[in-house]
């Protein structure tokens, strides 16, 4: 992100008149006694402060800036629509550049106001008016101006914040293509998609074991870590962090385990892989050339593993390889139950790899909300920039 050619020191108190927001001076149950489409604003640290929505007129008309006084300084927020008030919530009128504060430069303002105020206030020491207008805002400012008399570069403010939009929405669109969605629309749930939830629900269920539906179970090999060469494998040790990911090796003598396979740690985690790889000792490796399981029933199959071993390894009894044939786990069987040669059940391929899929949907788009979210205060990106 760019940096601005200037900064300069601005007192709250000079941009803003401070002052308390509008309410109805009504009790909660009498506020909240009827419900609506009006947000009321309370004393909330999240949600964008939204403490409920009620059937009244609003009392202010949005595009401002509030806060709690009775709380930390974390209730920093823009309100970019009309709402209700409430007792304790203060809002910032500008004292002028009224016409140039919209949207994008609050935004901006709110990040610095938030930054400026960290770890200054708490339950003992409020937040009030007279602190919040005494506290001073490093922003960009004009290179015409002066430090002594510095003017708010409202360009480069508005310019960075779009610069912010269109890197989540690059982020947001890169990580729907990856998983093969073309929009955002694309991971809204269809009829069918809520069919398979439904059917899943009512799904029976058999009884497998991991040796039953894995033909390859093999430990890896053990390469310390410095006789490993720079290469272009990626070398699987035990772990959590990074998927247990170590390092990309080019050790000839390195066993390259194919994609599409499920790795168990010596701790009894459980990963899929979607690419060639190496592995360690300390890892066991699930695969079978004569099932083509695809990548959602893998992922379906994943967790159930790492939940029927839970807590059974640590470091002073280690999962092995031999370990897994012998593990049972629960799977959905097909609705006619059809049996194969000696009499057992036939697991519900296709339901599990539909159901992954609208679990995909699901998480994808939850993770566009909390993207939303963090978009609506830039806070993270505007702090570290």
Same mark, same amino acid.
């Given at each position: 992100?760019?940096e601005?050619?200037?900064?300069g020191e601005?007192?709250v108190?000079?941009?803003?008149?401070?002052?308390?927001?509008?309410n109805?001076?009504?009790?909660?149950?009498?506020?909240?006694?009827?419900?609506?489409?009006?947000?009321?604003?309370?004393?909330?640290?999240?949600d964008?402060?939204?403490?409920?929505?009620?059937?009244?007129?609003?009392?202010e008309?949005?595009? &401002?800036?509030?806060f709690?006084?009775?709380?930390t300084?974390?209730?920093?927020?823009?309100?970019?629509?009309?709402?209700?008030?409430?007792?304790?919530?203060?809002?910032?009128y500008?004292?002028k @550049?009224d016409?140039?504060?919209?949207?994008?430069?609050?935004l901006?303002?709110?990040?610095?106001?938030?930054?400026s105020?960290?770890?200054?206030?708490?339950?003992?020491?409020?937040?009030?008016?007279?602190?919040?207008?005494?506290?001073?805002?490093?922003l960009?400012?004009?290179?015409?101006?002066?430090?002594e008399?510095p003017?708010p570069?409202?360009?480069?403010m508005?310019?960075?914040v779009r610069?912010?939009?269109a @890197?989540y929405? @690059?982020?947001?669109?890169?990580?729907?293509?990856?998983l093969?969605?073309?929009?955002?629309?694309?991971?809204?749930?269809?009829d069918?998609?809520?069919?398979?939830?439904?059917e &899943?629900?009512t799904?029976?269920?058999?009884?497998f074991?991991?040796?039953?539906?894995?033909?390859?179970?093999?430990?890896?090999k053990?390469?310390?870590?410095?006789?490993?060469?720079?290469g272009?494998?990626p070398?699987?040790?035990?772990?959590?962090?990074?998927?247990?990911?170590?390092?990309?090796i080019?050790?000839i003598?390195?066993e390259?385990?194919?994609k599409?396979s499920l790795?168990?740690? &010596?701790?009894?985690?459980?990963?899929?892989?979607?690419?060639?790889?190496?592995?360690?000792? @300390?890892?066991a490796?699930?695969?079978?050339?004569?099932?083509n399981?695809?990548q $959602?029933v893998?992922q379906?199959? $994943?967790?159930?593993?790492?939940?029927?071993?839970?807590? $059974?390894?640590?470091?002073s009894?280690?999962?092995?390889a031999?370990?897994?044939?012998e593990?049972?786990?629960n799977?959905?069987?097909?609705?006619?139950?059809? $049996?194969?040669q000696?009499?057992?059940?036939?697991p519900?391929f296709?339901?599990?790899?539909?159901?992954?899929?609208?679990?995909?949907?699901?998480?994808?788009?939850?993770?566009?909300?909390?993207?939303?979210?963090?978009?609506?205060t830039?806070n993270?990106?505007?702090?570290?920039?």
């Amino acid at each position: 992100m760019p940096e601005p050619e200037f900064w300069g020191e601005f007192r709250v108190g000079d941009l803003f008149e401070i002052r308390p927001t509008r309410n109805y001076g009504l009790t909660n149950s009498e506020l909240f006694s009827i419900s609506g489409e009006v947000p009321v604003i309370g004393n909330k640290s999240v949600d964008n402060a939204i403490a409920g929505y009620v059937d009244l007129e609003p009392t202010e008309s949005g595009n &401002m800036i509030v806060f709690s006084d009775t709380t930390t300084s974390d209730g920093i927020f823009y309100q970019p629509n009309s709402f209700v008030g409430y007792s304790h919530m203060q809002g910032l009128y500008p004292k002028k @550049h009224d016409d140039k504060l919209n949207e994008t430069t609050y935004l901006y303002i709110v990040s610095a106001f938030r930054k400026s105020t960290e770890g200054l206030y708490n339950y003992g020491s409020k937040f009030t008016r007279k602190n919040a207008a005494e506290h001073i805002l490093i922003l960009p400012r004009t290179s015409t101006s002066t430090p002594e008399h510095p003017e708010p570069d409202w360009e480069f403010m508005e310019n960075y914040v779009r610069l912010v939009e269109a @890197h989540y929405v @690059h982020l947001v669109e890169a990580h729907l293509t990856s998983l093969g969605y073309s929009s955002i629309e694309d991971v809204e749930l269809t009829d069918d998609d809520l069919a398979t939830l439904q059917e &899943m629900k009512t799904a029976e269920f058999g009884e497998f074991t991991v040796g039953e539906l894995f033909e390859f179970i093999k430990r890896g090999k053990r390469i310390k870590s410095a006789d490993r060469v720079s290469g272009d494998l990626p070398f699987i040790t035990a772990g959590v962090g990074n998927m247990g990911f170590s390092a990309n090796i080019g050790n000839i003598e390195a066993e390259v385990f194919p994609k599409n396979s499920l790795t168990i740690d &010596m701790f009894g985690t459980v990963f899929y892989r979607g690419y060639n790889f190496g592995a360690d000792d @300390h890892v066991a490796v699930l695969h079978d050339d004569n099932v083509n399981y695809s990548q $959602q029933v893998l992922q379906f199959i $994943q967790p159930n593993i790492e939940n029927a071993i839970k807590g $059974q390894f640590s470091y002073s009894r280690n999962f092995y390889a031999s370990d897994a044939p012998e593990i049972t786990i629960n799977l959905p069987i097909t609705n006619d139950q059809v $049996q194969v040669q000696e009499d057992r059940l036939t697991p519900n391929f296709f339901l599990m790899s539909r159901y992954i899929k609208v679990i995909e949907k699901k998480v994808v788009k939850n993770l566009k909300l909390e993207l939303d979210q963090r978009l609506a205060t830039y806070n993270e990106v505007i702090n570290n920039g």
